[in-house]
Structure formats: structure tokens, C-alpha cells
């Protein structure tokens, strides 16, 4: 373009030359001057791209632009002029040399306003204005209210929790000022603020509503009536309260009826009072509580007020167990008097339409909950269980909907709840004193934050974290959840090791002695730890045998000599036993055992003295009662084998009944079986509910165990001399059945000794077994290991108190206490060690050599110590025992 423009130039020039030249040959004319030529000019034009108009520009040739006066467009700022590229801007020292368009470069106008610190300053203040949601509460969002920011939360104060639950001080003292932190932020923005909570102190509680909860009980133990009892509770407050009159009233069948209890009220205390007999030792007891509104306290002028009430359980716990009472080597120190003092927890008592009321799960605690049978709250009604049922349990998915399934705990409950479990640990965990500790409410503190937190899920699992690595003692472990939290959550479990304290952890592992070092000998001698053998000698000649006892159990069981009718009616409930199941006319023992469940009524019994001859005719006696037989050829499962007999009896007023009969001749233990249920299969390839398992009716009760083993073991070897008892791979169990074991050791009164966690007391008590085989002909031992705990370590404790015989192996696990189940306020369950401390006895009683009760908590040494290697070696055994 510019070549073209000079060649236009240039020929014009040559015309004006030549014209110029053409004139001048005129010699006559007079010469006229040069006129000037006009300059190139270029236009610059504004394109304003949405602003205010902007006029163009005209440039001469090689000459600078003016910068105009910037545009205006309304929510931008004008940055730049720019010619194609909007990230150069164009100068405007730049020559022109051609026409030129120019174009505004904007920014968006940010309006002005708050930085993001100033943005967060709003956010605080807005939370500052409304911190508290309650008394107990804090609100802590995790955005701001106001600008959205960010907010994580940090409290470092003692008693305020990273969740923002308060915990007021005792009522002694005045109310503080303690602080949590806010980390806010926002964009790049990170503001830390330290706000101030009042903490009040704790102060009385004042009922202001009733409400009639309904009852319902779950467990077969004890036959308790439903109903309904009055709960009282503050205005908006979720913490129950209840009337120990209308309590002990609501139980009648757990607590006996022939117990007539004495209510003295004034207007600031309770006196209850009843009488208790013993029977063994031909005494009655007066037995007093009182509790105090004014000292807000509870006392005791006995501590068997607690459980003296209370029914017998359905199951026979107590088979062949007496005492003797008259032993002149007895002897009982009862302690000192166990004042429950609510003030040292922020607990109250409180008086409502002149009804004196307390904490209801100390109420449950003290009056039920110590012999095992619990009320279960959980917000709608309660429900009746014994110890801890099974999370696949009826019972359990029954007591856990609640309409408050999964949802956060309410505070006050919390803080309540938080309270409750000190005073739990405190009054009722036996091993406070051997592991030193003050009060537990230290313990409780160093783990505010998760037992303060209204998310019931990280509630329980801060609660088992703290069980287990904190208490750290086998007999302390989690049970169950809160009843907060969703029904499908099974609440923490147990993975690793790794989750238990230094004394769990040797327990499984320590030392090259523990559980896994247990199962790695067993691994070694047998293949595995099915493959034990019930008993295996120890020589060719059999004189000395092993026998294999891996628990303490028992089963609900009656024995008798001969068929007892009254025993197999009481189950039914009916008058005539022999209307549904004909005698059994052969044999010399029966073992009557209850198998009932929730469902059905069912009996098993096996019989001894019996022989296989005998099932044909029982078969007989069956088809005469009017039962007909029921077989399945088509059938391959072969626990159906045998078939069953089935009745129905018409009865048109209260309904038909249904009878299930099973007969089965076990020959390995040369046992008689027949078995009936109230009910029948709806088809024979259905379901039974019950299936013949005569092994494991035996291995159900260690002493029918212990009995049967022993039948075989005598008929295979008649010059038995020698029987160690393996504990190595037993962690415990039932004390009654721990008692029964020893009764085939000795027919004498065994010592057993006690220490009394709550009022340091501790006795030596006389045992004495009747009705079991026994054995003291033979020379017992031990083998114990460090899995040998519990109701095992007591055995063990027993054999060297009692000079039963000689104990080999490794030091066995400890575990003093028996358990006992805690409910808190929350729902969430565990067990602990009870004030019931397993101990032994030194010292002969006289002033200079005082009997002194030493604790079996943490394991008996043996008499002679085995390698690990040698913990089963026939050869290593049997030397010492003829030693």
C-alpha cells in the first residue's frame, strides 16, 4: 500500500513538472513563487467497546496520536488503549504512518468494600452475640452465620470440650471464665479468635415434668410383670428421675414378694428397711438404706441390702453349692460403711410432689444392676434384660429402637452421663485401689473431648478407646452402643492388638508367654486348637492323664437319681408331665436341662445307666401316648436322621398345643437322650427348633463335662493315678461351675477368700460341693499358662490356698474380679471388675501374724515352672509328678 501511494506521488510530481517547464518557455512571462505542499494526514479511530464515544483523530503523517480523555462504562475501569492484541497497550509515542482503530481495554470495577479478615470479624461477632444454645452447650457451626467462613474448633480449657460441651464445677465453687479457640477461614484469609464460656457451678435440680414410661421385660431370668412407672424430668431436660419405691414396686419378681418392705419418709429422707433370713446360718438380718436429700447421700447399714431382695434366677447357678458356715477357720471382716455422697459427682437428689427422687441409673445401678438384672432406658420406654444380651438377641434389637435413633445426644444428658460413669468407676470398679487411683474423674478429664462430644459415634468410640487403652484389664471391656446412634451400627470394634494398653498387649502377646505363644504350642503338639483331645495320658500305662478344661460353664440343670416328674412339668407349666412325655423307666442319673428361649418351652434330657435297647421301647411308649412319627425319606441333612414324634392336643377353649419329641442313644458317652419343645416344624425340610447334639449338652456344663470325661477316662484306665487339670487355654467363666470342679477334686470344705472393693472388708468363706462325683483318691494338679484367667486364675488360687496339689506351667493371666455390666445414662453399655475380688489368704489370724488377704489380680506363680516348649511334653509332666 505504501509502494502505491509514492508511485501517486511521484507522478504528480512529473505533471507538475511538466507543466511547469511548458510555461516557462514563454520568455515574456514573469516568474511566479513555489506554492507549498499539503501534509499526509491518517485518521485514528476509538472503538470504546461498549463505553462513552471517543472522536477520531486526524494525524499527520509520521506525528503522534493524542491520548484522548479516557471513556467511561458503567462497572468497569478503563485500563488501556490497544490496536489487536489486548494484553499490549498501546503507546501513544508511537508514529503514525497509516490509518489507525484503537480499542479500550477494561477491567471489571471490583466494588469496593470489607477485606476476608473483615468479612471474618462478622462471622465472630455474629457468634459472639448467640454462643450458647444452653446452660451446657456452646453453638459452634462449622461455617460462619454471616459470610460462609470456615471453621475448625480447639478448646485447651478444663471444662469445656472441642465439641463445646460445658461441664459445670462442683457447687462449691464460684463459676470461671474459660475460653475455646475458633480457627476461621476464608479465601486466603485465616483468622485464630480465642472466645470466653462462662462455666457456671452446678446447681440443684428443680422436677417440673412426669411422664408414665411403659415397661417391659425381656428376660426369661427373672419373671417380672410389664407395666408402667412414672420418670420425672427438669423443664426441657432429658435426664430421667425415679422413685425407688415405685422402682422396687415396678419389680416384683426380681425383687421376692415374700420380702415386705418398711418406707419411713420425712420431709428430707427415706429410710428403707426389711428383714433378710439366711437359711445356711439361721440369722435374720435387718437391713436399712437411707437416703439423704439435705447431705445428698445414700447410705447403708449393710451392703447385702442391695441384692438380700432379690429372686432367685430361673437358671440353677447354685447346683450342689453349700457352705459351711461353722468352719472354725472362717472368718469376715465386714469393713467400713460405704456412704454414697452424690455431691462429690454434680449429682442430685430431688424431692417432687413430696416424693423423694434420684438419678434413675443409680437408682438401676444400686438396685438392680448389682445382681446382674438391668432396666434398660432408652428414651421411650424400658425394658427389662439380664447382664448384657447378645447383639443378635431379640432382646437387644427390641431395647434399641427408639425414637431417638440416630441423633445427636442432647447436652445435658451428656454432661449427666459424663458424671454418672465417675461415679460408676469410682463406687463400683473393684480394682481402684490396687491401681492407685484417686478418683477416676482424672481419667475422665484427660478425655474430655471425646466423652463430651454429642455425636454418639465418636462418644463410644472415645469411651472404648479409654477401656481399652487406658484401664487396661481383660475384665473391663466395651459391651454395646448408645441407643443414639442408628440400630445397624455395632459400635467399635476390636481388630489389632495394637488397640489394648501395655498389660493387654503382654496378656496376647508379652514375653514369648502369651495367647499367641499358648496357640503356637498347641499348633505344635496337636496341629491345631480344634484338634485337642478331651484328655490324653501322659504314659503307656495310663496312670496319669491330661484332661483338657477350657472354660467354666454351666447350663440351666436339674438332676435326679430317677425320671422326676415335677421337674419336667415345672418347665411346661403343666400339672401332669405324663400327659405329654412318658416316664423314662430306665437309668441311673438324669440331667434335666432347661434350653427355653424366648420363643418356646424346651427340655432336653440325657440319662445315664441307660442302654441303646432302651430307644425302641421309650419309641413305643410315644405311638401308645398318641404321638406319630415323622420322617422325611427324601431328606440328606443328618442331623434329621432319627426323626421326630409330634402331638397335638385339642383344646378348643385355650388353643391346640403342639409337643416335638426327639429320642437318640449317644454311644460315645453311653447317654440316653429325648428332647421335647412345644412346638412342631411347619415341614420337616423347615427349620427345627432344636437339634439332637448330645457333645455339646455335655461340654455345656463343665461339671457334667468333668463327669462324663471321667466315666471314660476310669473305664479305659482302672489304675489311674494321676490327673492334671490343663488350664492353659481357659480364660474363665462361671464361678458356681468353677466350685462344681472342685468337688471331683476334694470332698472336703475348700477355703475361698475375698476382698471387698467398696468397703475394704474381706473374708474366708467354706465351700463345700455335694452331689458330684469326687475323686480325692487321686493326685491333682495344674497346668496353667498366662491365657489361664479369670474364673481359671481363681482355680489356681484355690489349689494353692487349699493345698490341692501342685501347680506347673507359666504364671496364669490374673483377672481378680468378677464383672459386672454397666448401663450409662446414654445407652452405651460395658462390664467391668466388681468390688468382688478374688484373693488368698496369709497370716494364721493372731496379732503378731494378722491374716493378710492378698489380691489374685495379677496371677498365681506355679510350684514348678515350665519352658514354653515343654508346656505340654508328656516326658517334662510326668517327671514332675512322680518327682
Not at 447399714?301 to 429372686?311: E, M, S, T
Amino acid at each position: 500500500m505504501k509502494n502505491a501511494l509514492m508511485k501517486k506521488i511521484s507522478f504528480a510530481l512529473l505533471l507538475f513538472t511538466i507543466g511547469f517547464t511548458v510555461v516557462a518557455c514563454g520568455t515574456d512571462d514573469p516568474v511566479d513563487p513555489v506554492d507549498p505542499v499539503d501534509p499526509v494526514t491518517y485518521t485514528v479511530t476509538f472503538n470504546t467497546n461498549g463505553g462513552s464515544a471517543v472522536p477520531a483523530l486526524t494525524v499527520e503523517e509520521d506525528q503522534n496520536a493524542t491520548s484522548p480523555t479516557n471513556p467511561t462504562k458503567e462497572g468497569f475501569i478503563f485500563s488501556y488503549w490497544y490496536t489487536t492484541d489486548d494484553s499490549v497497550e498501546f503507546l501513544f509515542t508511537t508514529a503514525i504512518t497509516a490509518d489507525l482503530t484503537l480499542n479500550a481495554k477494561w477491567e471489571e470495577e471490583v466494588p469496593v468494600g470489607p477485606t476476608d479478615e473483615e468479612l471474618i470479624a462478622a462471622d465472630i461477632a455474629a457468634l459472639e452475640a448467640d454462643f450458647y444454645l444452653n446452660d451446657y452447650q456452646l453453638d459452634l457451626p462449622l461455617r460462619g452465620r454471616v459470610n460462609g467462613s470456615r471453621i475448625a474448633w480447639k478448646s485447651d480449657s478444663t471444662n469445656v470440650s472441642d465439641a463445646g460441651i460445658i461441664l459445670p464445677l462442683a457447687a462449691d465453687l464460684t463459676p470461671e471464665t474459660q475460653t475455646i479457640k475458633g480457627t476461621f477461614t476464608l479465601n486466603a484469609a485465616r483468622v485464630e479468635y480465642i472466645f470466653d464460656v462462662d462455666v457456671p457451678v452446678y446447681e440443684e435440680v428443680v422436677i417440673t415434668n412426669q411422664r408414665s414410661v411403659p415397661f417391659e421385660n425381656l428376660t426369661t431370668e427373672y419373671t417380672v410383670e410389664d407395666g408402667n412407672i412414672d420418670l420425672y424430668f427438669e423443664a426441657d431436660g432429658y435426664v430421667p428421675y425415679v422413685s425407688v419405691i415405685d422402682f422396687l414396686g415396678l419389680l416384683d419378681g426380681f425383687v421376692d414378694s415374700e420380702v415386705e418392705f418398711t418406707f419411713t419418709q420425712d420431709v428430707d429422707t427415706l429410710e428403707i428397711f426389711y428383714q433378710y433370713y439366711d437359711e445356711d446360718e439361721d440369722q435374720t438380718y435387718d437391713l436399712i438404706v437411707t437416703l439423704d436429700t439435705v447431705e445428698n447421700t445414700i447410705t447403708t447399714n449393710d451392703p447385702a441390702f442391695y441384692w438380700a431382695y432379690v429372686y432367685s434366677t430361673e437358671t440353677n447357678y447354685g447346683r450342689h453349692i453349700e457352705y459351711d458356715n461353722d468352719n472354725p477357720d472362717a472368718y469376715y471382716d465386714e469393713g467400713e460403711e460405704v456412704v454414697y455422697d452424690l455431691d462429690l459427682y454434680n449429682l442430685d437428689m430431688a424431692i417432687y410432689n413430696d416424693d423423694i427422687l434420684l438419678p434413675y441409673y443409680i437408682v438401676n445401678q444400686l438396685f438392680a444392676g448389682s445382681s446382674y438384672y438391668n432396666v434398660y432406658y432408652n428414651n421411650d420406654g424400658l425394658f427389662g434384660i439380664y447382664s448384657l444380651p447378645s447383639a443378635s438377641s431379640a432382646e437387644y434389637r427390641t431395647m434399641k429402637a427408639s425414637s431417638v435413633n440416630n441423633t445427636d445426644f442432647p447436652a445435658d444428658l451428656l454432661v449427666h452421663n459424663f458424671n454418672i460413669l465417675a461415679f460408676n468407676m469410682d463406687y463400683f470398679y473393684g480394682l481402684k485401689e490396687i491401681m492407685e487411683v484417686e478418683t477416676y474423674y482424672g481419667l475422665l478429664m484427660e478425655n474430655l473431648d471425646g466423652l463430651l462430644n454429642d455425636d454418639p459415634e465418636e462418644f463410644d468410640n472415645a469411651l472404648s478407646t479409654m477401656i481399652y487403652k487406658k484401664i487396661d484389664e481383660l475384665h473391663t471391656s466395651y459391651g454395646y452402643p448408645s441407643y443414639f446412634n442408628k440400630t445397624t451400627w455395632e459400635g467399635p470394634q476390636l481388630t489389632s492388638v495394637g488397640q489394648f494398653g501395655p498389660r493387654g498387649q503382654n496378656w496376647y502377646q508379652g514375653d514369648g508367654t502369651g495367647y499367641f505363644d499358648v496357640v503356637d504350642e498347641i499348633d505344635a503338639k496337636w496341629g491345631s486348637v480344634t484338634n485337642r483331645p478331651f484328655y490324653w495320658f501322659l504314659d503307656t500305662a495310663k496312670t496319669s492323664v491330661v484332661v483338657t478344661l477350657d472354660g467354666f460353664d454351666t447350663a440351666d440343670i436339674e438332676e435326679s437319681a430317677t425320671f422326676d416328674q415335677a421337674i419336667a412339668a415345672d418347665v411346661f407349666g403343666v400339672d401332669d408331665i405324663t400327659t405329654v412325655l412318658p416316664d423314662i423307666m430306665s437309668g441311673n442319673k438324669f440331667f434335666y436341662y432347661n434350653t427355653s428361649d424366648e420363643t418356646n418351652d424346651m427340655m432336653e434330657i440325657i440319662v445315664k445307666g441307660s442302654n441303646i435297647a432302651y430307644v425302641d421301647t421309650f419309641k413305643q411308649a410315644l405311638v401308645t401316648l398318641g404321638y406319630t412319627f415323622e420322617y422325611d425319606e427324601a431328606n440328606i441333612v443328618s442331623s434329621k436322621d432319627n426323626g421326630y414324634y409330634a402331638l397335638t392336643i385339642v383344646d378348643a377353649v385355650n388353643g391346640d398345643r403342639n409337643y416335638m419329641v426327639q429320642v437318640d442313644f449317644d454311644e460315645d458317652y453311653d447317654l440316653f437322650y429325648v428332647s421335647i419343645v412345644n412346638m412342631l416344624p411347619t415341614s420337616f425340610d423347615r427349620p427345627w427348633p432344636l437339634i439332637v447334639d448330645v457333645e455339646g449338652m455335655v461340654n455345656s456344663d463343665s461339671a457334667v463335662y468333668l463327669e462324663m470325661l471321667m466315666d471314660k477316662i476310669l473305664a479305659e484306665s482302672p489304675t489311674l493315678e494321676n490327673v492334671t487339670i490343663d488350664l492353659t487355654y481357659n480364660t474363665g467363666g462361671n464361678v458356681g461351675a468353677l466350685y462344681r470342679v472342685v468337688g471331683f477334686i476334694t470332698d472336703q470344705p475348700f477355703r475361698v477368700s475375698s476382698k471387698d472393693g467398696d468397703t475394704g472388708g474381706a473374708s474366708s468363706g467354706y465351700v463345700v460341693i455335694n452331689g458330684t462325683p469326687t475323686y480325692p483318691n487321686l493326685n491333682w494338679s495344674l497346668l496353667t499358662s498366662k491365657v489361664t484367667f479369670s474364673a481359671a486364675n481363681s482355680l489356681a488360687t484355690i489349689f494353692m490356698e487349699n493345698e490341692l496339689g501342685p501347680i506347673l506351667g507359666v504364671q496364669s493371666g490374673g483377672g481378680a474380679s468378677s464383672i459386672t455390666p454397666i448401663l450409662l445414662p446414654t445407652g452405651t453399655a460395658f462390664t467391668m471388675s466388681s468390688n468382688n475380688i478374688s484373693a488368698y489368704r496369709t497370716g494364721s489370724g493372731t496379732t503378731e501374724d494378722p491374716y493378710v488377704f492378698v489380691s489374685n489380680e495379677f496371677g498365681i506363680a506355679p510350684d514348678y515352672v515350665l519352658d514354653m516348649s515343654d508346656l505340654y511334653d508328656a516326658d517334662v509332666i510326668l517327671g514332675i509328678l512322680n518327682d
